[in-house]
């Protein structure tokens, strides 16, 4: 079987916007990837007890209407089929054991990397993906980035890239506050996914 380099950019999507989109391009491009998958998180453990989060079958809905034009990018619901609080050691050792010839890039952004050591199962995270993390603004050659980066390497092995973006100025948060506020969300969603929003009522209440 031929190796692909496969991105894989994880997130509970509530809702994708257009910097998830941006972030997927830069890395197709900086790392030479042959496809980016979106992976939808199920019940991300780092939210429980927080606000409420929309179905996943929302949001795996909007995940597909976003990516709809880009060929290479694919979205997963593999963690939202899993039971319970889904961690990304698990899904990354699932995704190696099912196609073990590909290479995975684990997308992730400088601040997620800062705390990425505390992670569960780290070592299981570092033996099955590179870590490819999204340097943008003030995080370009921070010494933070550096010493974790020594220090997961020392510890548990593997790789860790970067690859710089422009910052680009949208949240999923800003996104939701607009639409319960009744502001314009035109350019941060795709014109689907604003209209998916809108037939399923979406963010109304926060």
Same mark, same amino acid.
């Given at each position: ?7 894989? $950019?994880?997130?509970?999507? #509530? ?10 391009? +830069? %890395?197709?491009? =900086?790392? /030479? ?43 997963s ?28 890039? $684990?997308?992730?952004?400088? #601040? ?7 992670w569960?199962?780290? +070592? %299981?995270?570092? =033996?099955? /993906? ?42 999923s ?23 998916y ?10």
């Amino acid at each position: 079987m031929i190796m692909k380099k496969i991105g894989i $950019l994880g997130g509970t999507f #509530d809702p994708v916007h257009a910097g998830h989109i941006r972030v997927a391009e +830069e %890395a197709m491009q =900086a790392l /030479a990837l042959d496809e980016v998958i979106f992976m939808v998180s199920g019940t991300p453990h780092y939210k429980v007890g927080m606000r409420k989060v929309s179905s996943k079958e929302d949001r795996l809905a909007m995940t597909e209407l976003a990516i709809k034009d880009h060929p290479a990018f694919s979205v997963s619901d593999l963690e939202c089929r899993r039971e319970g609080n889904t961690y990304t050691a698990d899904t990354l050792q699932e995704l190696k054991k099912q196609m073990p010839e590909n290479e995975y890039y $684990l997308l992730i952004g400088a #601040d997620a990397f800062f705390h990425m050591i505390h992670w569960y199962r780290i +070592e %299981a995270v570092m =033996a099955n /993906a590179i870590v490819a993390v999204v340097m943008r603004g003030k995080e370009l050659n921070s010494e933070q980035a550096a010493s974790v980066q020594k220090e997961l390497i020392d510890k548990y092995g593997g790789m860790v890239v970067s690859f710089e973006m422009k910052p680009m100025e949208v949240s999923s948060t800003e996104v939701r506050e607009k639409i319960r506020t009744g502001g314009d969300v035109h350019g941060l969603v795709t014109e689907d996914v604003e209209a998916y929003i809108q037939k399923r009522s979406l963010y109304r209440e926060v």
